[in-house]
């Protein structure tokens, strides 16, 4: 009941279907470049210039062999108007030339099982190069977060790089699957059914290209009217879903004050806009259905009354006639195909260019060739007249230096805000000073190897990050080569071993994805093993402060304490005894480090914290 | 499912209404490639003469006909036309009668006095009695000798001297051969003879097909376009439904849970809550936008198979080939896909959530040089989904071949066939096209169903879910005859022997809780995790109903007074900082909306708020982002405590609101606190000892039972539970 209720439940709304009916006629975005984005997409399909070529090849030869049909058809059924004809008027031995008959069905289903085999092939092997495309961008997507400098997590939100992840990169891979077939087959099927049409009658053809306008007309009304209530719809259901999610979430607090009513009434009023913007866009994009099937029907007409004077006058034949309308009929699809094709390929360029914009961001400083010895170092940090700031023009700590000999313990305390993070982070190398230099050993830290740097360092932070997998696994996250008895032992020494005996499967059990099976006093004590397991010359510790029961407090303390012996240790502190038990005390405020030296030391100063130490018991004082 | 009847049923006139005029469409729809058959049968093969009723006819030529006639066809024709000739017309009309049929002028000649349709019921006969007229003029009428006619004199002229007796007995002879022949055969005869004859007669043959052509394409072009005005009305009013009854479910399911208590929201999870209202419904709504497919689908599939059927029953086998061949089709490519679709959805939220695991633990991942590790991780992820991708990708490929190799098999086989009845006379080749599109229409509606089946089982798991919180009673109910707090008692609240369990479980979370919170004084709670502080207060505000014992507010009982009365009197600071999209101002006028500007700043003050409200530039008007995600932990905390403080309750209940402060805000908030709350009385859940050291009376809890209350001092020497607290937390000399 106290823990995770406001859990942001926001997730993908994506069926397997997709988008719904008519996804394609939501409001695209623009991608700022649309043109070198392409390019650029084009240059990750360049591998695959075999298969695609091969892919063109079968789509265009399907949509062939799919247009040659009905005129072929058409043959059969003159065929069979000549013999049925000869047959009425009395010529002698007239009747229907069942052979031939036979023969053009024989070649039809040759022609429709080939087109069939092409289609299939075509979309085969396209399904595999836009797998392959797409795993690849996700693959580099992921490498990239493991490159880039932290600096970049700070203005990035993670939903945000989920979202390039899984939407922006299944759009590419829609369009590439679906959309690039569909473009060549469309244009290979407008072109061929008008070139089937002229053969058979370019009167006919002309008056069918005619009502083409009017359905292209009506398509592009249906789809822009429709585009404004589609966003409009989606705005206000993100309004709905906002507020629902807020309220539900905020459910006690809503309750406490008693804002049901206030709730409900602004919920109606967003609600009811809702309905508004909802049944007229879904009125509007089910519109496109019978406007379609009308200009189509409209076709149908047009060609069976001209094709009816047209025989009569006996330029065509009547299988001309069913061929005609046939093509009339499948004139449709590609249009309306050709008419969403701008905004499909809006939409992918602006996914493909959020993808790429991402991938094309700024890495980590190149580490150094020859990295500085690692492997015996003893534990001594200097930071030498270091200045630093997120932003350049925002230094937030100045000048400061000091010297911590190897197993010294430095407190760092200051109050929330204080920037007591950024210490950890410099340390690490996750963000680089912006002058002077921290040594460790005597070497700036920037010769050393990031990888060999930190291999010296433990952390135990309070945010206990913990992954979807068994303890084992996590707790070897520390030294992927350790083995079941080292773990062990780490465990014993983080007195996380007498606990992990009593979970269901030990040290097998899976820490489910909120690893809310394990409560955060033990999760806090898997950490603590997982650096134990590391062995680090130096150790950077989170105290916690909030959510542990009294008596895993003391297993935490004490496994701490397991820890930190004969280590060099940065603690943030929270607890006043480890606070006056360290060795150096750095009292930050405001991101810059503005007193240090020891406990009595900065007590007899009087200065802030000596403020910040006695205002604990201000009020118990009184 | 079905239950979505009772939101359908307001709508009832409307969905009957649209059901007819999805009736009319489907009719509309079918009646088509009619009379596209029409075109071809009779506009183009027939010269557009339909019937075998001829309009007029050469005197001469009708007596013959008429020898073919039983006596009741004669009578209805001598009473159907008319003759005219020069002696029988005004001069006046002869003269415009010649015009119209130029041979007049020659030979006297028959009209049609009346209208086709009145006598239809001849046309067949007349049709018979023309194909022999037609082939005995060519001298081929079989079983006849003409040889043994008179020189000179016609087989007609035989006839019409022939005793009556004779005759009969020869038509029957004739009757029993015209059995045989087809009537598609005997119309299409009959329109080469008529069309023959018109000529004789001056008609302008080419000029009555092409108005038959137009009149034929004028009647298709209103159907489809009535079709079409009727297909957007049926789509206007479904559309509203659909839309409406997601307004009015949403609104009912939200005004439900607006009223549920924690119960409620423990049992369904927040998260499913707003699952059910958001993505549930929509679910729902998708469905019954598809109402008008699910309506029209049979009736469009049986309507073409009655017609068809009725037309020509002895090609309906390869339509329901198709059919079942698509459906058998349909049925196992989704089968094997349809698991593997919800596998992608696991692992698309694998996928999720490894990502946000490496995005998360960003530092602990660098710090501990496991990059690699992640990267593996993910591969592993992104090669299943891959490949599943791949499999499913792959099967869906294989939908529109099989599509098109139903419907292109369909069209040649009904080719084949048909041309087997053509020869035989049984059908004609527009109708055959016709059937054709029938054929198409038919297993596209079958097609379009089978779709709407796979839909409709997910939006019925939706609509469960959905009625399932409908269905929900709220534990928490006011009284129906509330009592009123007296105005004497101001903040008084009372636990005695109070228990509470959740719903279902067996163990208590609280057991026999007696203590009095008195108004002015601060009462704090403190204990470990799971010890039940939180659950106790939120009992007060009646959150959750007790189980055990009375709790009283000012010595009423919660339950007899309103769940708003009893509110009014609480200021209630969460655990978290919960805060609203709002400005900072309008977060902190949620608890009461007649706040001046004075009292904010008043109670953001002594919430050390006033400090980094000032830091924004919009001060007060800053924006408060969903969720307030642009503001710090701390802040939040500050903001929420600042919001129970602009109400000026005569009860204030802090949910372990100061966790999230460091200890110098914290002392300082607690010292403001005292000096401006002085009369209320306050109740403060806290981890800190040093947050509650100066509490009047602190409640030590451990595992749901009171096992200490007294001041700091006092605990230190009685309770073991609070030392223990105390020593991991300060040390000796501190406590002292």
Redesign the interface.
């Known amino acids: 009941?106290?823990d995770n209720?406001?859990?942001?439940?926001r997730?993908?709304?994506?069926?397997?279907?997709g988008g719904?009916?008519m996804g394609g006629m939501g409001a695209g975005e623009k991608a700022k470049n649309f043109k070198a984005t392409m390019v650029k997409l084009g240059g990750y399909l360049k591998p695959f210039t075999l298969q695609i070529i091969v892919v063109l090849i079968f789509a265009i030869g399907s949509t062939v062999f799919?247009i040659v049909?009905p005129k072929i058809?058409a043959k059969?059924?003159n065929k069979?108007?000549e013999?049925?004809?000869a047959?009425?008027?009395?010529v002698v031995g007239a009747?229907?030339d069942?052979g031939f008959?036979?023969k053009i069905?024989i070649m039809?289903?040759v022609i429709?099982?080939v087109?069939?085999?092409f289609?299939?092939i075509q979309?085969?092997v396209?399904?595999?190069v836009?797998?392959?495309i797409?795993?690849n961008f996700?693959?580099q997507i992921?490498?990239k977060?493991?490159k880039m400098p932290?600096k970049y997590?700070d203005t990035m939100s993670?939903g945000e790089?989920?979202s390039r992840?899984?939407n922006d990169v299944d759009t590419i891979?829609q369009s590439l699957?679906q959309s690039m077939t569909q473009i060549i087959t469309s244009i290979t099927a407008l072109i061929g059914i008008i070139i089937m049409m002229l053969s058979i009658s370019p009167t006919l053809t002309g008056i069918t290209v005619l009502v083409l306008p009017i359905s292209m007309i009506l398509i592009m009304i249906v789809v822009k009217k429709s585009q404004k209530f589609f966003s409009q719809r989606q705005e206000y259901l993100g309004k709905?879903?906002?507020h629902?999610?807020?309220?539900?979430?905020?459910?006690?607090?809503?309750?406490?004050?008693?804002?049901?009513e206030k709730?409900?009434e602004q919920?109606?009023v967003l609600?009811?806009k809702?309905?508004g913007s909802?049944?007229?866009a879904?009125?509007l994009s089910?519109?496109m259905?019978?406007?379609m099937?009308?200009v189509g029907?409209?076709g149908?007409?047009?060609v069976?009354?001209m094709g009816?004077?047209l025989?009569?006058k006996g330029n065509i034949k009547?299988g001309d006639?069913?061929a005609f309308?046939q093509y009339v009929r499948s004139f449709n699809q590609p249009i309306a195909q050709t008419a969403q094709m701008a905004n499909v390929l809006q939409s992918t360029a602006a996914a493909a260019e959020r993808v790429f914009e991402f991938l094309g961001q700024e890495e980590e400083i190149e580490d150094v060739v020859n990295g500085a010895d690692i492997s015996n170092i003893k534990g001594t940090v200097e930071f030498k007249d270091v200045s630093f700031g997120y932003n350049e023009d925002k230094i937030i700590i100045n000048n400061f230096s000091a010297k911590i000999k190897p197993g010294q313990k430095v407190a760092i305390v200051?109050?929330?805000?204080a920037g007591k993070t950024t210490m950890?982070?410099l340390l690490?190398r996750?963000y680089d000073v912006n002058s002077g230099a921290i040594l460790v050993d005597g070497h700036d830290i920037r010769e050393y190897k990031?990888?060999d740097l930190?291999?010296q360092?433990?952390?135990v932070?309070q945010?206990t990050?913990l992954?979807?997998g068994t303890i084992r696994e996590n707790i070897r996250?520390?030294n992927?080569n350790a083995t079941d008895d080292e773990i062990k032992a780490a465990s014993k020494s983080a007195h996380a071993h007498h606990f992990i005996k009593t979970l269901p499967d030990g040290y097998d059990l899976i820490l489910n994805?909120e690893a809310s099976n394990v409560?955060?006093?033990q999760k806090q004590l898997l950490t603590i093993a997982?650096a134990i397991l590391?062995d680090p010359k130096i150790l950077i510790l989170d105290e916690a402060?909030?959510?542990?029961?009294?008596?895993t407090?003391?297993f935490i303390?004490k496994a701490m304490e397991n820890l930190m012996s004969g280590r060099t240790s940065f603690i943030i502190a929270h607890?006043?005894?480890t606070i006056?038990d360290a060795d150096l005390i750095l009292v930050m405020n405001d991101g810059d480090i503005v007193e240090q030296g020891s406990h009595e030391e900065l007590i007899g100063a009087n200065g802030f914290y000596a403020?910040?130490y006695n205002?604990?018991?201000?009020?118990?004082e009184? | 499912m079905l239950r979505l009847g009772s939101y359908l049923k307001k709508y009832s006139i409307w969905i009957l209404f649209a059901i007819a005029l999805i009736y009319t469409q489907a009719q509309f729809?079918l009646a088509?490639p009619d009379?596209?058959a029409k075109?071809?049968d009779v506009?183009?093969?027939k010269?557009g003469i339909e019937h075998s009723i001829p309009t007029a006819i050469r005197a001469s030529e009708f007596d013959k006909i008429k020898l073919f006639l039983d006596e009741d066809t004669n009578r209805i024709v001598e009473d159907s036309y008319i003759l005219l000739d020069r002696e029988s017309l005004s001069t006046e009309d002869y003269d415009k009668y010649v015009a119209k049929y130029p041979i007049l002028a020659n030979e006297p000649i028959y009209k049609l006095n009346t209208k086709v349709k009145e006598i239809e019921e001849i046309d067949l006969e007349l049709g018979k009695a023309i194909m022999i007229v037609g082939q005995m003029s060519?001298g081929?009428m079989p079983g006849l000798s003409m040889a043994e006619l008179p020189e000179g004199m016609t087989i007609f002229d035989a006839m019409a001297v022939m005793p009556a007796e004779q005759r009969k007995e020869m038509l029957s002879g004739i009757e029993e051969k015209l059995a045989l022949i087809p009537e598609a055969?005997i119309t299409?005869?009959s329109a080469?003879y008529l069309a023959a004859e018109y000529e004789t007669i001056g008609l302008n043959i080419?000029s009555i097909?092409?108005s038959y052509?137009?009149k034929?394409?004028g009647i298709?072009?209103i159907i489809?376009?009535l079709?079409?005005l009727v297909?957007?009305i049926a789509?206007?009013i479904?559309?509203?439904i659909?839309?409406?009854v997601?307004?009015r479910m949403?609104?009912n399911i939200?005004?439900k849970?607006?009223?549920?208590s924690?119960t409620e929201?423990?049992k369904f999870s927040?998260?499913?809550?707003?699952?059910r209202?958001?993505?549930d419904v929509?679910q729902v709504?998708?469905v019954i936008?598809?109402l008008?497919l699910i309506i029209y689908a049979p009736i469009l599939g049986v309507g073409g198979i009655i017609r068809v059927s009725s037309t020509n029953s002895s090609m309906v086998w390869i339509i329901a080939l198709a059919v079942v061949t698509m459906l058998i089709l349909v049925a196992s490519l989704f089968s094997v896909a349809?698991p593997k679709?919800?596998k992608?959805?696991k692992l698309?939220?694998k996928?999720?959530?490894?990502?946000?695991?490496?995005?998360?633990?960003?530092?602990?991942?660098?710090?501990?040089?496991?990059?690699k590790?992640?990267?593996k991780?993910?591969?592993d992820v992104?090669?299943e989904?891959?490949k599943t991708?791949?499999f499913v990708?792959?099967a869906m490929?294989?939908m529109?071949?099989m599509m098109?190799?139903v419907m292109?098999?369909t069209?040649?086989l009904i080719?084949?066939f048909g041309?087997?009845q053509?020869?035989a006379g049984g059908l004609q080749?527009?109708s055959?096209?016709a059937f054709i599109q029938y054929a198409m229409q038919i297993i596209m509606s079958f097609l379009m169903l089978s779709m709407v089946f796979i839909?409709v089982p997910?939006a019925s798991v939706s609509a469960n879910r959905i009625f399932e919180i409908l269905d929900t009673k709220p534990t928490i109910k006011d009284p129906e005859k509330a009592n009123h707090f007296s105005n004497n008692n101001k903040g008084l609240i009372e636990f005695k022997n109070v228990s509470f369990s959740?719903p279902g479980a067996e163990e208590s979370v609280l057991k026999d809780i007696t203590f009095t919170a008195q108004p002015g004084k601060t009462t704090a709670f403190i204990g470990?995790?799971?010890?039940g502080k939180?659950?106790l207060i939120?009992l007060i505000?009646r959150?959750y109903d007790i189980s055990k014992g009375e709790l009283l507010v000012d010595g009423e009982n919660v339950k007899n007074v309103t769940?708003?009365e009893l509110?009014?009197k609480?200021g209630?600071v969460?655990?978290?900082g919960?805060?609203?999209?709002g400005t900072i101002a309008s977060n902190l006028r949620?608890?009461n909306e007649n706040a001046t500007d004075e009292d904010l700043e008043k109670a953001a003050d002594i919430a050390q708020a006033t400090e980094f409200i000032r830091t924004k530039p919009e001060g007060y008007e800053t924006e408060i982002a969903?969720?307030g995600t642009n503001v710090?932990?701390?802040q939040k905390q500050r903001l929420?405590i600042a919001?129970a403080l602009v109400?000026k309750p005569e009860i204030y209940i802090f949910d372990?609101s100061f966790?999230?402060?460091?200890?110098?805000?914290d002392?300082?908030l607690?010292?403001a606190l005292?000096a401006e709350t002085g009369n209320s009385t306050k109740l403060i859940v806290a981890?800190?000892i040093?947050t509650i050291?100066?509490a009047d009376q602190i409640i030590v809890l451990d595992e749901g039972e009171i096992v200490g209350i007294g001041t700091?001092k006092e605990l230190l020497n009685t309770c073991e539970?609070y030392k223990?607290?105390a020593y991991?937390?300060?040390?000796k000399e501190?406590l002292a």
């Open positions: 009941m106290e209720k406001a859990k942001n439940p997730r993908q709304q994506q069926g397997p279907f719904g009916p799919t049909g058809l059969a059924t069979l108007a013999g049925i004809t047959k009425m008027s009395g009747g229907i069942f008959i036979a069905l039809l289903a429709y099982a087109s069939v085999v289609m299939f979309s085969y396209m399904a595999g836009s797998q392959k797409t795993y996700r693959k992921d490498e977060i493991n932290l997590f993670h790089i989920l992840i899984t891979s699957s709905v879903n906002g629902i999610e807020e309220m539900y979430g905020g459910h006690i607090v809503m309750k406490a004050f008693n804002g049901e709730s409900i919920f109606e609600n009811n809702l309905y909802t049944w007229k879904e009125f089910g519109l259905m019978p406007l099937m009308f029907n409209l149908y007409v047009v069976t009354i009816g004077w025989v009569v009547i006639i069913q309308i200051g109050p929330t805000g950890v982070k690490m996750f990031r990888d930190r291999s360092f433990g952390m932070l945010d990050w992954y979807n996250y520390g992927l994805e409560s955060q006093g997982r590391s402060t909030s959510s542990v029961d009294t008596r407090e003391i303390q607890r006043l005894s006056r403020s910040l205002s604990q018991f201000s009020t118990s009184e | 729809d088509l009379y596209m075109i071809v506009g183009i093969s010269s060519a081929e055969a299409s005869v080469n080419k097909q092409n052509l137009f034929t394409g298709m072009t489809s376009l079709s079409l297909t957007i789509s206007l479904f559309s509203r659909a839309a409406g997601s307004l949403r609104s939200f005004s849970v607006e009223h549920f924690g929201f423990d927040t998260a499913s809550l707003i699952t209202t958001t993505n929509q709504q998708l936008v598809m008008r349809i679709f919800k992608i959805q698309v939220d996928v999720n959530l490894v990502t946000r695991e490496s995005l998360i633990g960003i530092m602990v991942i660098r710090a501990f040089n496991t990059q590790h992640e990267e991780r993910f591969d992104n090669q989904l891959t991708n791949l990708h792959r490929s294989l529109m071949p098109t190799i292109n098999g069209s040649i080719v084949w041309a087997k053509i020869d080749i527009g055959m096209v839909m997910r959740y470990s995790t799971g010890s939180s659950t939120n505000p959150f769940q708003h509110r009014e609480i209630y969460p655990q978290k919960l805060l609203f999209s949620y608890a969903e969720g710090s932990g701390g929420s919001r109400k372990d966790s999230a402060l460091d200890f110098k805000t002392a300082e607690r010292k005292k981890q800190r040093s050291i100066d700091h539970v223990e607290i991991s937390q300060l040390s501190e």
